[in-house]
């Protein structure tokens, strides 16, 4: 395996959005290695709306992922646990040491997200279709406390086809969740195929709009558009529960990877680990130049 670079991310308060996403990245790329296998494809997806919401959107206490007054981020789709961990690492809360340990036995990075395993993990998302769910009791409970804390919540599109998922969205509607934000990766792929070929729940937007959503729809690989998402989520002052719709493109940061038709669940021969590792560093690399 590549080592990581020496200087620690977190100590650096000048970093900008796109290396976190690219460390980010990085990370799970790493991960899989150790597996030689994994969901990694939505966490290169999925890695930009990460960065924003670790390094721009939420506030949290790395050394103290229990406080009080954080924002809670909640990983519906339990399979994305690679992805979320990555962000754990790159903010601090988890030791980056610890992705050596990824899906081993007795590891706090177990393949499938479980709250009780891993600091900042707030909820096992284990059965699809119930995060949402969830974020709606934490987004209630939270009201009780008069806390300022949100609730972000991350699902798949493949979660709309569950009934769960759309009974949450028309109680957080109904009960006026203004500290509920939720995020919909909308990558296109599910395990039995393409999403809206599965079942088609386009078109997405007015169904939450109907449900008495604040709804955004933009390119989740776009860092600019989700940062601006994001903030208009959080200043929204209507009583309405946020979703921000995020269309990304799974693979995202490594061409090869990116083009694989059935990338649901990727195996990554042994010597494209090292191939993807360095194709990411150089696409980095490249649009770094030009910012």
């Given at each position: 395996?590549?080592?990581?670079?020496?200087?620690?991310?977190?100590?650096?308060?000048?970093?900008?959005?796109?290396?976190?996403?690219?460390?980010?990245?990085?990370?799970?790329?790493?991960?899989?290695?150790?597996?030689?296998?994994?969901?990694?494809?939505?966490a290169l997806g999925i890695a930009d709306v990460l960065a924003?919401?670790?390094?721009?959107?939420?506030?949290?206490?790395?050394?103290?992922?229990?406080?009080?007054?954080?924002?809670?981020?909640?990983?519906?789709?339990?399979?994305?646990?690679?992805?979320?961990?990555?962000?754990?690492?790159?903010?601090?809360?988890?030791?980056?040491?610890?992705l050596e340990t990824y899906g081993g036995d007795d590891s706090r990075l177990p393949m499938?997200?479980?709250?009780?395993?891993?600091?900042?993990?707030?909820?096992?998302?284990?059965?699809?279709?119930?995060?949402?769910?969830?974020?709606?009791?934490?987004?209630?409970?939270?009201?009780?406390?008069?806390?300022?804390?949100?609730?972000?919540?991350?699902?798949?599109?493949?979660?709309l086809d569950e009934g769960s998922t759309w009974e949450a969205a028309m109680s957080a509607g109904s009960y006026g969740l203004d500290n509920l934000i939720g995020i919909v990766d909308v990558n296109g792929m599910q395990a039995d195929g393409p999403s809206t070929g599965v079942l088609n729940f386009e078109p997405l937007a007015p169904k939450f709009e109907a449900f008495n959503w604040f709804v955004q729809r933009v390119d989740g690989n776009d860092l600019d558009a989700v940062v601006k998402a994001f903030d208009a989520a959080r200043s929204y002052e209507g009583r309405k529960p946020r979703i921000v719709i995020c269309d990304t493109r799974m693979g995202k940061g490594v061409p090869f990877l990116e083009e694989r038709e059935r990338n649901h669940f990727l195996r990554v021969e042994a010597d494209e680990w090292t191939k993807a590792l360095d194709v990411l560093e150089q696409g980095y690399r490249s649009t770094e130049g030009r910012a």
């Open positions: 395996m590549q080592p990581e670079p020496a200087a620690s991310p977190h100590d650096r308060s000048n970093v900008s959005l796109a290396e976190r996403a690219y460390r980010i990245r990085r990370h799970a790329l790493r991960m899989g290695e150790v597996q030689g296998q994994g969901y990694i494809a939505q924003v919401s670790y390094f721009h959107a939420m506030t949290y206490r790395p050394n103290d992922p229990e406080w009080e007054g954080r924002d809670r981020f909640l990983l519906s789709i339990g399979h994305y646990a690679i992805a979320l961990y990555a962000a754990l690492i790159e903010a601090g809360i988890v030791p980056e040491d610890e499938s997200g479980m709250a009780a395993y891993t600091p900042g993990m707030e909820i096992t998302g284990g059965s699809l279709g119930h995060g949402l769910g969830l974020a709606v009791g934490f987004a209630l409970g939270l009201k009780r406390k008069n806390s300022k804390a949100f609730v972000y919540n991350l699902f798949s599109d493949g979660e």
